[in-house]
């Protein structure tokens, strides 16, 4: 069974940083594309980051430069540094198997984790 946990949230001010962890099971995780995604108070998906099996990233212009993703295959795990964070990024964040263009068929879905900036 494919499982995706999501961990590091909190609540912070604007300009200081987190690393959000995304920890999979249940699949071939080194083989696997991973992406993070976000959703703000509402139903609406936004795709922030993904890596690619081989280690290449990618990520949303409202992100770029400001957060990294990386993954320990080690560890299962893909993470999510984030820095100068605005109110603009508080959201709950997910992890999904897929890249930037598969994603959201993704289906097993984890709790996610709350991210809050705010002064």
């Known amino acids: 069974e494919v499982e995706m946990v999501e961990s590091g949230g909190g609540s912070v001010q604007p300009g200081e940083s987190l690393r959000l962890s995304c920890a999979g099971s249940?699949?071939?995780?080194?083989?696997?594309?991973i992406t993070w995604v976000r959703r703000a108070p509402g139903p609406e998906f936004e795709w922030v980051a993904s890596?690619?099996?081989?280690?290449?990233?990618r990520y949303s212009d409202s992100v770029k430069g400001r957060f990294t993703i990386s993954r320990d295959n080690a560890k299962n795990t893909v993470y999510l540094q984030m820095s100068s964070l605005g109110p603009d990024d508080t959201a709950a964040y997910y992890c999904?198997?897929?890249?930037?263009?598969?994603?959201?068929?993704?289906?097993?879905w984890g709790q996610g984790t709350r991210v809050t900036v705010s002064s």
């Open positions: 890596i690619s099996a081989d280690g290449t990233a």
């Open positions: 249940g699949f071939s995780f080194d083989n696997s594309d």
């Open positions: 999904a198997i897929g890249d930037s263009y598969s994603w959201f068929r993704f289906r097993s």
